[in-house]
């Protein structure tokens, strides 16, 4: 694109050249040294217009020139301004089409949105309305629960009043003892019991074995050392052999049992939200009425994390009183719960021993055949002949035989023959 003409015209008016739109063709008279103006002049087109120039002078030449650089550094720049309106307009372009398809996308992005939303609160809706329905349920059902609760606790307490069962209890004989300084007044409350227990020790008999327990030891024992013995059979004799009966670890201790007569224990105390002390005194207050066996509270021990409580009454009778019903109405902030009551109990452990030893009143009879008899057939059999003197048997107390399978047998301690 070339420099527009009107710009070229005003060079050219500056450098004293005439208006080529204007001026005649003159023929000024010749001078030494200057340029023939007759000759044919020099052409410069520019927006279709045609420039004639008279060279009068080099200094109207070189502004020629230099408006002839500068004419083509304007196009070269025009050249780089157009090369970069054509590269905006694709950026342009390229942008456009990244826009729409941005904002298609967020279109249904939104969409997708709005009807998540929808979807979201319906299933919100629905889930309140099944929830109000659940709440509204287990309401009706904590009333009918509290409702059968109260009535049995009501039954249970005349049940308990009106049927109570007599009893005789067995006369025994008793001796005294010994004498103790008793630690304080409470002990004559107190019910003490004491239990010697002794833990059975299993012992696993196998297929084609017999145990046998005689009533002398020395029987046994005479049996153990002689070792292989003959039995006869209806058609055969077979050859056992006995054995001593290893018996496994076992324990025995001593357990004492102490039933409190001042103190009882007191559980599912309602979780309220009012501080400890309050539901304590509710407590004392609810036991201390004499209408439901109550009396004069001592002291009360509360424990919110497990709910129990320990009261202690201050007179004798009292705590007998309260365990007789295993469920009291208690009552707080207007609301009505079920308190459980049972003996205040304490327990522990003396003369805790571990042993272990063999059997001396026992033997283990191994290596028996299969025969055609049953096994109460033999086992009848084997019984007889250890029961034969002549055998070197004698008086058995227990026989088992096993023909088939395996089976525990447990021992226990034998206390009758300890003196």
């Known amino acids: ?39 044919q002049p020099c052409s410069l087109k520019d927006d279709y217009i045609n420039l004639k120039v008279t060279d009068h002078s080099g200094t109207q030449i070189d502004e020629v020139d230099n408006l002839k650089e500068e004419l083509e550094k304007w196009k070269e720049r025009l050249e780089k ?8 307009l694709l950026l342009k372009l390229s942008a456009d089409e990244k826009r729409d398809k941005t904002q298609d996308e967020l279109r249904k992005l939104m969409d997708l949105e709005e009807e998540q939303y929808k979807e979201s609160m319906i299933k919100k809706e629905n889930q309140e309305r099944n929830l109000t329905v659940v709440k509204q349920q287990n309401i009706e059902l904590q009333r009918e629960i509290q409702k059968l609760k109260d009535d049995l606790a009501a039954k249970s307490s005349k049940l308990s009043q009106d049927f109570r069962i007599k009893r005789e209890i067995p006369k025994k004989k008793m001796k005294f003892t010994r004498m103790e300084n008793a630690e304080s007044d409470d002990t004559f409350l107190n019910t003490c019991c004491l239990f010697h227990i002794a833990a059975k020790i299993p012992f696993r008999l196998l297929q084609k074995q017999a145990l046998l327990t005689f009533e002398e030891e020395d029987v046994a024992q005479k049996l153990i050392r002689r070792g292989k013995h003959t039995v006869s059979l209806d058609n055969e004799k077979i050859e056992l052999k006995a054995m ?5 670890t076992g324990i025995k201790f001593e357990l004492h049992v102490t039933i409190s007569g001042e103190k009882i224990n007191v559980s599912e105390v309602p979780d309220l939200p009012i501080p400890d002390e309050w539901i304590r005194d509710k407590i ?37 009183n309260c365990v007789r019903c295993t469920k009291h109405p208690f009552c707080i902030n207007e609301k009505r719960f079920m308190l459980s009551v049972s003996p205040s109990i304490e327990k522990h452990l003396e003369k805790f021993q571990i042993f272990s030893g063999i059997s001396k009143r026992t033997i283990l009879l ?41 089976k525990l047998a447990y021992f226990e301690e034998d206390t009758e023959n300890l003196a």
């Open 81 to 88: 301004a157009e090369k970069q309106k054509a590269e905006l």
């Open 284 to 320: 004392e207050l609810n036991f201390y009425k004499s209408k439901q066996g109550g009396g004069e509270v001592k002291d009360v021990r509360y424990d919110r994390r497990s709910r129990t409580a320990i009261i202690k009454f201050l007179k004798p009778g009292v705590a007998d």
């Open 244 to 248: 001593p009966v290893t018996l496994e």
């Open 366 to 406: 191994s290596g028996i055949q299969e025969v055609e008899e049953d096994e109460e057939s033999m086992q009848d059999m084997i019984e007889i002949h250890f029961q034969k003197p002549s055998n070197g048997g004698g008086e058995i107390e227990n026989i088992k035989y096993l023909a088939t399978g395996t």
């Open 1 to 39: 694109m070339l420099l527009p003409a009107r710009r070229l015209l005003r060079g050219l008016e500056r450098a004293g050249g005439p208006d080529p739109r204007t001026a005649a063709p003159v023929s000024p008279p010749l001078t030494p040294g200057s340029m023939d103006l007759t000759s």
